[in-house]
């Protein structure tokens, strides 16, 4: 838009609204119409067409900004609605994405696979919080699906380790010896929740799980262990 004779200077920013630098927020566009009106040439005054076109796009802005605080409303009550559902987690077993794990230094540890197809073996390799190769075990033949094996919590030598986070890898071949899609699956009781950033994150011991990870919430049996 084009204000002949004057030189408009903007406000850095308006009031009320978010707006960054070098952008027009609703005000300043009301604004520059409104000084366009009162400068024009009274010989030569805005066409009608020209002046209906810029009220249709103040229009439009005024809808845009409205829908964005609508928006920003809904997201805030989402997460709010998330939050309050992830409390509903602590207690419970869940599988999520990724492959770390959190051995006691007691129980053996589950580690979870989940298949694309049958499998005539599955490899399994652990390494420690360090990265540190650890220990490797052969869980056998599994069904498709997710699937789990345990792991004693000894190095290949039979000595205990201590308990901690760690992580595993997973190589799986079918009946001809052909490797199969195979991914790893994090798997713990949930002990607490965290907010970080407005959003909830499930405490696995001591490990941090997104709640947008979760894939599966494992049904408890009776007695309270994990089916």
């Known amino acids: ?73 809904l997201t805030a009550s989402q997460n709010v609605f998330a939050n309050s559902q992830a409390v509903g987690y602590i207690g419970h077993t869940v599988l999520a994405n990724g492959n770390a794990f959190t051995f006691d230094g007691h129980e053996p540890a589950t580690l979870a696979v989940d298949l694309q197809a049958p499998a005539q073996n599955v490899f399994l ?33 039979g000595n205990p380790l201590p308990g901690g986070t760690y992580r595993f890898e997973a190589v799986a071949v079918n009946a001809q010896g052909e490797e199969i899609g195979v991914n790893p699956l994090s798997r713990g009781r949930v002990d607490g929740v965290a907010f970080k950033n407005g959003a909830a994150v499930l405490m696995l011991g001591s490990r941090e799980v997104p709640l947008a990870d979760v894939i599966e919430v494992i049904r408890l049996a009776e007695g309270g262990a994990a089916e």
């Not at 204000?3 to 300043?28: F, H, M, W, Y």
């Not at 052969?138 to 190095?155: I, K, P, S, V």
């Open 1 to 73: 838009m084009t204000i002949s004779g004057i030189e408009a200077t903007l406000p850095a920013t308006t009031a009320g609204q978010n707006v960054k630098p070098g952008e027009l927020g609703r005000d300043d566009f009301l604004n520059l119409l409104v000084t366009q009106l009162q400068h024009q040439d009274p010989l030569n005054p805005m066409d009608s067409t020209d002046f209906t076109a810029q009220l249709a796009q103040f229009s439009s802005l005024e809808q845009l900004s409205n829908m964005s605080g609508q928006l920003e409303e």
């Open 125 to 157: 390799s652990v390494y420690d919080a360090t990265g540190a190769f650890v220990a490797s075990l052969e869980a056998g033949t599994m069904t498709a699906g997710r699937q789990t094996a345990l792991w004693n919590g000894q190095d290949n030598s």
